[in-house]
């Protein structure tokens, strides 16, 4: 959860368990994906949440482990667990060396209304500065649903960052 005021990140916090989060904001300024300032050009809402998901691209992934060995450290058992504590690291410079990237898909409180539809929504994130996943689509009906799960699960090999399976939104 990234919160934003007057377009400028503030603070940053992680899920918890549910009801209390944990604050990473020094960590999180350390991703390049994250922007610091929105690019809204006065288009801002005077308050925004922004939600989205920390994640370890699979190369990047693959070379801090890597490292770890090489140092002698045991490797991370998969690039989830290794994107998460990369968040909780105490030293924000620790968290700076790992290739960490962000995807926004939805927003919390705002200020004032950002958009009438979840894929409008997603266009205004891109906007701002956001990266939104690019596999992202709109369709109509159940056969478009089929289509594009159809099309995720043949590209999903070739991603290069894991993900869980399909997430549906109503529009």
């Not at 809204?40 to 949440?49: F, I, K």
């Not at 409180?109 to 266009?123: D, G, N």
Request: proline content about 6%; overall charge positive.
């Amino acid at each position: 959860s990234l919160v934003y005021e007057g377009g400028v990140l503030v603070r940053g916090a992680t899920r918890g368990d549910g009801e209390r989060g944990e604050d990473v904001t020094a960590n999180l300024r350390t991703i390049e994906a994250i922007p610091l300032r929105m690019l809204a050009d006065g288009d801002s809402p005077r308050r925004a949440e922004v939600r989205g998901e920390i994640y370890f691209p699979l190369s990047g992934f693959a070379r801090f482990n890597e490292a770890q060995l090489a140092a002698g450290r045991k490797p991370a058992p998969n690039a989830r667990n290794a994107a998460a504590g990369s968040l909780r690291q105490i030293d924000p410079k620790i968290t700076a060396t790992r290739p960490l990237k962000f995807f926004a898909y939805a927003w919390g409180l705002v200020s004032s209304p950002l958009a009438v539809t979840q894929w409008e929504a997603l266009r205004h994130l891109k906007d701002w500065g956001f990266q939104t996943t690019p596999e992202s689509r709109c369709v109509k009906g159940p056969e478009g649903l089929l289509e594009a799960y159809r099309a995720m699960e043949a590209v999903r090999p070739h991603l290069g960052y894991d993900i869980d399976g399909v997430v549906y939104k109503a529009d």
